[in-house]
């Protein structure tokens, strides 16, 4: 049996958590024990289950139950109440636990996507790894292992920035976990059917675009007050009309996005994932597919450099950058690789340099653009001067940089596909 958990953040009346689940789902809530499970290093959690009788799914034949967890739980020195719905499935439940989702988040109260292994939220909200996945796993169970404890990610970060206007920070993770999920998700999609694949993706996408105009405006803003606690040059002006856009932004932003709306499209994925995989079984191994992924992935990079061989071309880089954070996602993701550390660093060089080619890249469109609407403003004028001048030493530094650290990256990650290619031939023969 599977489960789904969705957890609360915001209720209007935590007394009746439990009384109102059992109203929506038409059951009848019976009480269970007080329970406590920890993890070490102040990380525990102290509970009471109820079980939801007369569940639907047992008169329909849908084959699924529904349970709801009331508790707290302490997190070294932060306490967190604990209200959650687990609802628990086999194959052909799915249809009927989304039906209850929908209607459980189309209420004023507000829930995440949550990992059901208290254990394993415990040490996930404290910093620490999920488990490694087992060298001996097939495919499957690769895929529903790497996918769903990002999704737990992501549906928490879309809480904590929307529960705040500003959050730099949670902006810029949220978008990092977004990529990483769709880099996994782009690797073990071999199998899944392509036209829901490619709809997933559409989505995915999209919600990284959602953030980026967000995200852009902070990059400028930490630039030009770098600039200017660096050079001691007066950047207020530009400082401040970045600031007013991003409020702009930040406005637009939250008047489009409710976490409940983003915690059912991620409850959905985790559905649909789980379906799609019951009735196209690989039987592959995790270690063997992985590598043969990203072999394939190596040959597209070395035929991508042929196709965008001009460095100095601010597109063909993007593309380039792309594909680097692609597969630099992967490896921070997929143990089953297991790539030296060498080379994981060139790769962090290249993506580092790449990445900063792009912001400026963006900053100077940014520029253009505030040069635009304010055109007769000689002060914004002077600090867009000071900005673009301030970094162009760099530019300069890393576009020289960049056909080195690329052909060393591409080289050793070929040197690393070929001896593993014969290492396997080896243990063959």
């Known amino acids: ?98 039906d209850l989702v929908q209607r459980l988040l189309a209420g004023k109260d507000e829930y995440v996507l949550a990992e059901p292994d208290l254990k394993r939220r415990l040490a996930a909200m404290a910093g620490r790894p999920y488990p490694c996945l087992p060298r001996s796993s097939s495919w499957e169970e690769a895929v529903r292992h790497y996918l769903p404890w990002q999704l737990y990610g992501i549906s928490w970060f879309w809480y904590l920035v929307l529960s705040d206007r500003l959050p730099r920070q949670a902006v810029r993770q949220l978008r990092v976990k977004l990529r990483r999920l769709r880099s996994c998700f782009v690797f073990f999609k071999e199998g899944l059917p392509t036209d829901k694949v490619r709809e997933w993706q559409r989505y995915f996408r999209s919600e990284a675009e959602t953030l980026s105009g967000l995200r852009e405006l902070d990059v400028v803003l930490q630039q030009c007050q770098m600039i200017q606690d660096r050079t001691g040059q007066d950047m207020g002006c530009l400082i401040r009309t970045f600031t007013g856009l991003r409020e702009e932004a930040a406005s637009a932003f939250y008047d489009g996005n409710n976490l409940n709306g983003h915690t059912l ?105 505030v040069q635009r609407l304010h055109p007769d403003d000689a002060a914004l004028d002077r600090q867009i001067q000071v900005f673009r001048t301030s970094l162009d030493a760099r530019v300069g530094q890393s576009l020289e940089q960049v056909p080195v650290l690329w052909e060393g990256f591409l080289a050793s990650l070929q040197d690393v596909m070929a001896r593993h290619r014969g290492n396997g031939l080896r243990r063959r023969s």
């Open 1 to 98: 049996m599977r489960k789904l958990c969705l957890h609360a953040v915001r209720l209007a009346d935590p007394e009746q958590f439990t009384a109102r689940i059992a109203a929506l789902t038409g059951t009848q809530a019976v009480k269970g024990r007080m329970q406590e499970k920890s993890c070490g290093d102040g990380l525990s959690v102290r509970y009471r289950r109820y079980k939801l009788i007369g569940s639907p799914g047992g008169e329909t034949g849908q084959r699924y139950t529904v349970q709801t967890l009331e508790g707290v739980m302490l997190i070294r020195s932060d306490l967190i109440t604990l209200y959650d719905v687990v609802f628990q499935y086999g194959p052909g439940g799915e249809a009927a636990v989304r």
């Open 265 to 369: 499209r991620l409850a959905g994925f985790y559905l649909w994932a789980g379906t799609a995989l019951d009735w196209n079984r690989s039987g592959e191994d995790a270690a063997r597919y992985a590598w043969r992924r990203l072999g394939s992935w190596v040959e597209k990079l070395a035929e991508l450099q042929k196709r965008y061989p001009d460095f100095h071309n601010m597109e063909d880089l993007h593309k380039l950058r792309i594909k680097v954070k692609r597969i630099r996602y992967v490896l921070q993701t997929v143990d089953v690789l297991r790539l030296p550390s060498s080379l994981v660093r060139q790769l962090k060089q290249v993506q580092d340099t790449l990445g900063f080619l792009h912001d400026d890249y963006v900053n100077s469109n940014w520029m253009d653009a």
